[in-house]
C-alpha cells in the first residue's frame, strides 16, 4: 500500500530474543535457556543495517543474553517480557505510518497453556504463545496466539505491510527438550502444558476484542483444537508469516558454522536473503529454507502463510549489493584483507568476488578479478584466500568485493555414536557395540569421519531403545525415516552395512544442497518453479491437466499416494536452457524424472511454460515420506544424471566423469566418485558458467485427507 502522502515507504523492525529464561522452573517442568536467539537477532540486526540501510531509530530490541550469570545483562526495560513485548508492538504500530514496512522476528521458546479464551476456541482448547523469560514465576503471562493475531491486525488496519518470523516451537506434542550434552542442538520448546493459574487479563486487548479477533480468523477447528501461532486466514490478514515449523515439529538451534549455534530457520532465512534482489519473493524464500532446514532437520518443516507471491521487503527497499573494502593484498597475491568481519554476520568459508575500485556495474562478469575464502574471522576484517583469478590483472588494495555467500557443499561429514540412555542395564554392551562402528568409519573411503568432542556432528548413531538396532539420527539426535531393514547389532557385517548407508546419505544430502549462489548471475531467479496442484484421475497420453489447486499456498503441500501432482516451469531468463528434473525419494534414491530417456530438455527464453504430470507414490511398506523436486537448468549442456542415486542399500555405480568437462561437470562428477578428493566442493560461480536451480518439497501420504 502506497503512502497516501505520496512519501517513500520505511522500514521498521522489531527483533526480539530470549536465550536466557530465570525463573523458569514450573510444576510440569522447566523453559530450559537456549544458545542462538541473540545471535539469531544480532545476526538479523545486521543484515537489516548493512543490506537495507535501517538505522537505530527505526529498530526495537528485546534480548535476554545467557551469559550463565543469574540475570541477563540486559536493563530490566529491555527484556523480553509479557509487559515489554506487547509494549514494543505497540510502539512499532505507532511509530510507522501507513504504507510503511515492519519486520518482526521472535526467537525463543513457543509454549501451550489453555486458552484464556474458551467462547471462541472451546473449553478445552490450548493457546500457542510467545513464552516471557520470566515464565517461572506464576504472575507472569505468556504473549498468546489470539493476542499477537490482535497487534498484527491493529498493524495491518492502519495499512502497515507486515511480514513476521518466528523461529520457535508452536507445539510441543513431539518435542524432546533441550539435547545439548549429546548433539549440541537445542529444541525451542518443551514437551508439557502449562497449566499454572496465572492472570488472565490482556495488555493487548479486552477479552470481547480478542475472541472477536480469533473469531474473524476463522481459527476454531473441529473438535476444539486450535492452530498453532501461525493461525490466521491462509490468503493472508496484510501480514506474511515465516514460521519455524509445523505444529507438533521441532524448531531446532544447532551449530552450522564454527561453534556458535543459530535458529535452523534464522540461519537459512539470512543465507538466502544474501542473495537478495527486487524480484525475489515470499514463495522463493521459503522454497529455499524448506530445502535447506529439511535436508538437515527431517522432521522440521517451515511453513509460510499469507501471499506467496509478495516481494520481500518490498522493492523499494532492495538496493544493491554491498560491496566490501580490500583493505591489504598478502605480498605473494595469494591472500586478502577485507573490511567485514563477525559482527556483519559473515562466517568461515564465506565467499567474495573481488571487481576493480573504478567497477560501477557489477553485474559484469568480465571484469571480474577474482575469487576469494574467508578463511579467519575478525571482529571487524577478515582473513582470505584467494581460490580462482579471471584474467591478468592483480588485486589492488581499495577493490570491491561482493558476498557470493558460503557457497560450497560440504563432501565429508561427520558422525559422531552415543548411548541410548534408555536400553537396559543388563542389555547389549553398549560400549562395544557402537566402538564397532567407529572402527568401521575409515572403509567410508573419507566420506564420513567420527566427530571429535567439539565438532558439531551431521550425525548420530545409537542403538534403538531395546537395545536390539542400531539408528542413525540427524544433527539433532532425531532418527532418520525410512532406514530400512533394520541392522541388528549382533548382525554380521552390521557395522559395514551401516557406514555404506552413512555415505549413501551424505551423497544424497550434498546433491540435495548443490545450488549457484552467485548473486550476479543472469539466471538468478529466473528459473520458476511452481506446484500447479494435484489430480487423481489422469492419462498423459491423453488428458489435458485439471489440478486442484492445494490450498494452503504458502505449506509444503501433502497428496496421496497414487495421485497426480503437476509442476510448472518457466524460464524468465534471456537465454535459452537446458533442464532436468530431480526427484529426491522418500528411499533415499535420486532419479531424474525429466527428461527420462535424454539428460536434459530445452526450454526457450520467455516461451510456453512446461507443465511436468508427476505420480506420486511411496515404495512397498513406506506410509509417508516426502520427496524434494530439484530443477537444475544450464545455458550449456549437462549431465545431470550423474547425481542420480539408487534407494538405500542398492550397490552406488561408479560414475567416473560422466558430468562433463565443464567446470559445471566437475562439480557434478565429484558428488559421484568413490572417493572424495576434497573435503568441501566449491560451488563458486565461474563467468563463463551460467547455471541455476530450484526446487520444492511435496509431503505425500497414503491416507492423506486430500490436497493442502
Not at 6 to 14: E, I, V
Not at 302 to 307: C, S
Not at 398 to 407: F, I, N, T
Not at 469 to 480: E, K, L, N
Request: glycine share 8%; net charge negative; proline share 7%.
Amino acid at each position: 500500500m502506497p503512502d497516501p502522502q505520496g512519501g517513500t515507504p520505511t522500514l521498521y523492525a522489531l527483533l526480539i530474543a530470549a536465550d536466557r529464561y530465570l525463573p523458569n522452573h514450573l510444576p510440569e517442568g522447566t523453559y530450559p535457556s537456549l544458545k542462538g536467539c541473540v545471535r539469531d537477532v544480532t545476526h538479523v540486526e545486521e543484515f537489516l543495517k548493512r543490506r537495507l540501510g535501517m538505522t537505530d531509530d527505526r529498530i526495537i530490541k528485546l534480548t535476554s543474553t545467557n551469559t550463565g550469570a543469574a540475570e541477563p545483562p540486559e536493563p530490566p526495560e529491555r527484556r523480553p517480557t509479557y509487559e515489554n513485548m506487547v509494549a514494543a508492538f505497540k510502539q512499532l504500530g505507532g511509530q510507522a505510518r501507513p504504507g510503511d514496512q515492519v519486520f518482526i522476528h521472535y526467537s525463543g521458546h513457543g509454549g501451550r497453556s489453555p486458552t484464556s479464551i474458551p467462547k471462541v476456541k472451546g473449553a478445552k482448547a490450548l493457546d500457542e504463545s510467545l513464552v516471557p523469560i520470566d515464565i517461572g514465576d506464576p504472575r507472569a503471562r505468556y504473549l498468546r496466539d489470539h493476542e499477537l493475531a490482535r497487534l498484527l491486525r491493529d498493524m495491518t488496519d492502519k495499512g502497515l505491510d507486515v511480514t513476521v518470523v518466528l523461529d520457535s516451537c508452536h507445539s510441543g506434542g513431539a518435542t524432546r527438550g533441550v539435547r545439548d550434552a549429546v548433539t549440541d542442538v537445542a529444541v525451542r520448546g518443551v514437551d508439557f502444558v502449562d497449566r499454572t493459574d496465572r492472570p488472565t487479563d490482556s495488555l493487548v486487548a479486552s477479552q470481547a476484542e480478542l475472541e472477536e479477533t480469533w473469531a474473524a480468523l476463522g481459527a476454531r477447528a473441529p473438535g476444539g483444537s486450535t492452530r498453532n501461532l501461525a493461525a490466521g486466514d491462509d490468503r493472508g490478514e496484510g501480514y506474511t508469516l515465516l514460521a519455524a515449523c509445523r505444529p507438533n515439529e521441532l524448531a531446532n538451534e544447532a551449530v552450522f558454522e564454527g561453534t556458535e549455534r543459530n535458529g535452523a530457520l534464522t540461519y537459512w532465512l539470512l543465507d538466502t536473503l544474501l542473495q537478495l534482489d527486487p524480484g525475489m519473493t515470499y514463495k522463493m524464500v521459503h522454497d529455499r529454507v524448506v530445502a535447506k532446514v529439511h535436508s538437515r532437520f527431517e522432521l522440521q518443516v517451515p511453513v509460510l502463510q499469507g501471499d506467496p507471491g509478495r516481494v520481500v521487503f518490498g522493492s523499494e527497499h532492495v538496493k544493491p549489493e554491498f560491496t566490501t573494502l580490500v583493505v591489504e593484498v598478502a605480498k605473494d597475491g595469494k591472500g586478502v584483507t577485507l573490511e567485514t568481519g563477525q559482527a556483519l554476520g559473515v562466517r568461515a568459508g564465506a565467499q567474495f568476488v573481488i571487481y576493480p575500485r573504478t567497477a560501477v556495474n557489477l553485474s559484469r562478469p568480465e571484469d571480474r578479478i577474482a575469487l576469494v575464502r574467508v578463511t579467519r574471522i575478525g571482529a571487524t576484517t577478515s582473513l582470505a584466500e584467494v581460490v580462482q583469478t579471471y584474467g591478468t590483472r592483480k588485486i589492488e588494495q581499495g577493490d570491491q568485493a561482493v558476498l557470493l555467500g558460503v557457497a560450497s557443499v560440504k563432501l565429508v561429514r561427520k558422525v559422531r555414536t552415543v548411548p541410548n540412555p534408555k536400553v537396559p542395564g543388563q542389555g547389549v554392551n553398549q560400549a562395544a557395540a557402537l566402538r564397532t562402528i567407529e572402527q568401521a568409519v575409515p572403509d567410508s573411503q573419507g566420506w564420513v569421519e567420527v566427530a571429535q568432542a567439539a565438532d558439531p556432528a551431521d550425525f548420530v548413531v545409537t542403538l534403538s531403545d531395546d537395545g536390539a538396532h542400531y539408528a542413525i539420527c540427524d544433527g539433532s539426535g532425531i532418527p532418520i525415516a525410512n532406514l530400512r531393514p533394520p541392522l541388528g547389532v549382533d548382525e554380521a557385517g552390521a557395522p559395514a552395512a551401516l557406514v555404506r548407508r552413512l555415505v549413501h546419505l551424505v551423497k544424497f544430502r550434498a546433491a540435495q544442497e548443490l545450488e549457484n549462489k552467485d548473486v550476479r548471475s543472469p539466471l538468478k531467479n529466473k528459473i520458476k518453479v511452481t506446484l500447479l496442484g494435484t489430480q487423481t484421475e489422469f492419462d498423459p497420453a491423453e488428458d489435458t491437466p485439471k489440478p486442484t489447486p492445494f490450498d494452503r499456498r504458502g505449506d509444503v503441500p501433502t497428496v496421496r499416494h497414487g495421485d497426480w501432482v503437476f509442476l510448472k516451469i518457466e524460464n524468465a531468463s534471456p537465454s535459452d536452457l537446458n533442464v532436468a528434473v530431480l526427484d529426491f525419494q522418500p528411499d533415499w534414491g535420486i532419479s531424474q524424472v525429466l527428461p527420462l530417456k535424454s539428460s536434459f530438455e530445452e526450454i526457450d527464453s520467455g516461451g510456453e511454460p512446461l507443465v511436468l504430470p508427476l505420480r506420486a507414490w511411496l515404495p512397498d511398506g513406506y506410509d509417508q515420506g516426502s520427496d524434494t523436486l530439484k530443477v537444475l537448468a544450464a545455458v550449456d549442456p549437462a549431465d545431470f544424471r550423474v547425481l542420480e542415486l539408487p534407494a538405500l542399500d542398492q550397490p552406488i555405480a561408479p560414475k567416473g566423469m560422466r558430468g562433463g568437462n565443464s567446470l559445471l561437470g566437475h562439480l557434478l562428477s565429484a558428488l559421484g566418485e568413490e572417493k572424495p578428493r576434497t573435503r568441501n566442493l566449491e560451488v563458486a560461480a565461474n563467468p563463463s558458467e551460467e547455471w541455476a536451480s530450484a526446487q520444492v518439497v511435496i509431503h505425500v501420504e497414503r491416507q492423506a485427507a486430500g490436497p493442502r
